[in-house]
């Protein structure tokens, strides 16, 4: 009998020891979990991932021409800003119907990852002189800001024409000289797509039918090329950006031709299209093109605000 209160004791023992040890577990998993769900929605200094997570935006900022008026040096530059992040290529979603009629996800899709208060900034030369592109970009967003680098268009003409014949010849396809498709009878002829590009005054009146004035910067090709830096700062100025750009960030390449960038101690050059020699166009027959420029070019700087040292 005596045994059996001694065993019942020590089982009852046994019990007590197991609950306290199962109860101070317990407690311990119960102060662990309201400390981690107060933290979870805590300060913003321990905020969630996906606030600070990057994403891709659909630009703020679009570089809608000239079509060999400097666009991609002007995209390099501005890539220079730590708060601008570009598209790294042409994405012709606003000109081109097979892209557009992807949609806007698509187009997102296109554009870099950025951070909260990051510029995102594409460019596509080709959106200037497409008819339906104003309208479109304002239905993408009524505010986005847009930037247009023009050159001499005579300069131009002749650049966009080598770049033609510099494509062609690689596939190894003939050409025609210049000469032959910019004259019809010794004159002038209007219907040679390259010259239509250069007329700028009827582009921007397409744009200004649906984007005020202010919303459009004119970057001064030409100037761009001479010396980057005032044409840079003005652009900063127009992006609103806080002005990180400086002299310091480019540098002549004597054996080039141009300037080169400069940022975090390591330098680019834009790649070897770039300074290419124009195909050869004769003294008289480029005096005609800039004696036929001459009235649309005016047209251009009334509607700008502002004229340009051109032929």
């Known amino acids: 009998m005596l045994w059996t209160v001694l065993l019942a004791l020590l089982v009852l023992l046994l019990l007590q020891t197991q609950l306290s040890v199962c109860l101070r577990e317990l407690r311990s998993r119960g102060s662990i979990l309201p400390a981690h769900s107060s933290s ?42 730590p708060d601008v992040e570009v598209a790294k290529a042409e994405v012709h979603y606003f000109n081109v119907e097979e892209h557009y009629s992807r949609g806007l996800t ?28 104003p309208a479109r970009v304002w239905n993408m967003n009524p505010a986005v800001r847009l930037l247009l680098i023009v050159r001499d268009p005579a300069e131009r003409l002749v650049s966009d024409y080598t770049q033609v014949l510099h494509n062609r010849l690689t596939r190894h396809k003939p050409y025609q000289p210049l000469e032959e ?6 004159h002038i002829d209007p219907s040679y797509k390259a010259l239509q590009r250069s007329l700028y005054h009827q582009h921007l009146a397409r744009w200004l039918e649906v984007f005020p004035r202010e919303q459009i910067h004119v970057v001064d090709g030409d100037a761009l090329i001479r010396d980057p830096f005032p044409e ?22 004597t054996t080039k031709g141009f300037y080169c960038l400069l940022s975090s101690g390591h330098d680019k050059c834009l790649d070897e299209s770039k300074g290419r020699p124009h195909a050869p166009l004769s003294l008289q027959a480029f005096k005609k093109l800039c004696h036929y420029f001459r009235k649309p070019n005016q047209l251009f700087f009334d509607m700008v605000g502002r004229s340009f040292s051109w032929c």
């Open 106 to 133: 698509w187009y997102r899709a296109q554009m870099p990852f950025t951070l909260p208060g990051q510029l995102t900034v594409e460019k596509t030369p080709g959106y200037f002189a497409t008819p339906q592109a």
């Open 232 to 253: 840079l700062r003005k652009a900063e100025r127009f992006l609103d950006l806080p002005p990180r750009i400086s002299p310091d960030n480019f540098y002549y390449n």
């Open 40 to 81: 979870s929605s805590s300060s913003p200094s321990s905020s969630s991932p996906s606030h600070n997570a990057t994403q891709q935006r659909l630009p703020g900022a679009i570089i809608i021409g000239v079509r060999k008026g400097g666009t991609r040096a002007l995209l390099e530059m501005l890539n220079l800003h």
């Open 181 to 186: 498709l910019l004259l019809l009878k010794g």
